[in-house]
């Protein structure tokens, strides 16, 4: 159970979970269960849980301590409703998840909701878990969850494996021939003698679980991970609409649209599982800057950095969700690998960085690889991760998922020292000798904020093993030592002291007509510290402005190119080509001819225009025909707060050349 022993803490708590305060005194002022008690404990449960506190009422200014005049009778309504099937579908709390607290002399009831299993989710109000009566968090919202997510949400909860449903009027001639008689030559090859290596085809595909017949009705069939690892690209998309395989190599440390090789569903290949895992992990490894092991005097080629790639791409593979609309992506840069594959995951990300807890969605699919020699299904894939990159002390793997977009899991395995020389020296020459009397969870949030521009909780608490709550006041402290600086409340930004995040005037020059002004302010105030050319640019947040950059540079499309922000920005209609105008153009059509239009299609219409660009809101409103200052309070403020899009330039808001693009950094550019 979380303590909250202050008010302190509950500032300490919002920053490291979802915190909900609720007033509950009811009509009477005598304490009642709120109607918005709900919908949060539902979205609590189907996201990553939270705690909502009884009796406090919140304020711009802060918390103030209202206090419950008869708990008892509350607490028992409380665990009434929840056990009652007509208004809660299961209950998740405990007495053990429910604590009477003094705060102020006044007390409150403090009530921590658990995230849902699996087997649980969705957990949804009434008796009917459609029509809006299921929800899900999102950043300070509870938002309800539209059926098609519901019904995506239920097949996860009866099937523990996605893929041994046998698929009617599918045999062995939508099987690519060629792809599975490499499968079992590799097969053979690792265990000649194994008795299933001189089977025929259809009897070894049957073993594998490529093939299968249902004893209750006697029929038989291609199986979902049959068609997936073997089969032709049409015959798979005949029956998952969205699959899309895409390998993508970019040549510079940031987020952008060019590659320079690629692969994909484009007819010429098989457009397969196992022979896009062959093809990508030829070029993930090609190159690959690892120094090679001797054993037994002789070298060892396949290096733990090797066995990492292995495992993160036979993973975003196997744990993929083919219903799902965003595509299996994966992407290689000079400083990072990046791989997303369409689900959320089934079990929580701390869990699956500590491993041993398996619950693959592609059951079939990892037995398949395994028989080749590639994962172990015992939930040691991330552990393995983990350890690759360990060994060359390179910043800890990122591993999250996110609904925005679409769902999508995200796996970022970025090569760059988690304590670079150039880093410490920056640091010990800017703080002295109180650097190194940091402890060392304090270290490594400075080294974060150093290679990667910005540190957050998440970042934090995702290669820590400390209590969110102690990572809290590790950043507090930091901040009130001035080690840090923090920009925003909730979800707040830390960064150096010396380095400011990126500026509309960093990025386009000071507005006219006043003359340009010298770019010293883009120079971090210590000499000792020296910005980094590797700084990375992938993650959904945007970058910190280390790199001088003027306005002189575009792309193909016409957009300003910055090196301080992660992708390219529209902020002159006038200077796009023609082509990309059109197309945005078009993408605006219905707002651009329809001015009573729906707030949720006006909203989908500028999440596209936003997907793959910063766009500036002069630019935006002249696209959808809207109000600029209408447009930025009435849409934009809500999506930026609901994290739908993302800032260019967060310490300044409400400035006039404000930009902004998709919250999906990592999203697909062809879906």
Partial sequence: MITVESLADLALL??????????????????????????????????????????????????????????AKLRQDLFNTLNNRQKVSVNLITDAEVAEVVLDERVVLVVQVPRATRAQRPVYLTTNPLAGHTYRRLNEGDRPLPDIEVKRMLAEQVEDSRDDRILPGYDFSDIALETFSAYRQIFATRDPGHPWAGLENMEFLRRIGGWRRDRDTDKSGLTIAGLLMFGGMVSIQ????????????RPEARTESRWIDRITLDGKWSGNLYDFYRKVYLKLTADLKVPFRLEQGERKEDTPVHEALREALANVIVHADYTDRASVLVVKRPDMFGFRNPGLMRIPVEVALKGGEADCRNRTLHKMFRLVGVGEQAGSGIPKILNGWRTQHWNPPKLYDTSVPYNQTLLELRMIDLFPEWA????????????????????????????????????????????????????????????LTSTGGRGAVYHLPGMSLPTPEDVFGPPPPIPVASSEHLVPSSEHLAPSSEHLALSSEPSEATLNSLPSKRDGDGCLLADMLPLPIIDDLEKLNPVF?????????LPRTKKALGRDQLIEVMLKLCARNFITLRCLAVLVARSPESLRIHYLSGLVKEKRLTLAFPTTPNHERQAYCAASAFEDLNS
């Avoid at 509950?24 to 109607?35: H, T, V």
């Avoid at 200014?61 to 008869?70: I, T, Y």
């Avoid at 290669?463 to 709550?469: D, F, G, K």
């Avoid at 950043?475 to 009130?480: E, R, S």
Wanted: with cysteine.
């Fill in 424 to 483: 410490m020296e920056g640091l010990r020459g800017l703080f002295g000798d109180r650097f190194d009397r940091l402890t060392h969870v304090e270290r490594v949030a400075l080294a974060l904020a150093v290679c990667e521009g910005t540190v957050t909780h998440a970042r934090l608490r995702a290669v820590s093993t400390e209590h969110p709550v102690d990572l809290s006041k590790t950043l507090q402290h930091l901040v009130q030592e001035g080690f």
């Fill in 14 to 71: 919002r920053e490291s979970v979802d915190l909900e305060c609720k007033l509950a005194l009811g009509r009477d002022l005598q304490g009642a269960i709120p109607e918005d008690f709900w919908p949060t404990y539902s979205a609590f449960a189907n996201t990553e849980g939270g705690v909502i506190v009884l009796g406090i009422r919140e304020k711009a200014d802060g918390f103030h301590v209202e206090g419950l005049p008869n708990i």
């Fill in 581 to 589: 105008r059109r197309e945005l153009e078009s993408l605006a059509s």
């Fill in 238 to 249: 005949e029956e998952f609409p969205h699959y899309m395989l895409d390998y993508q190599e």
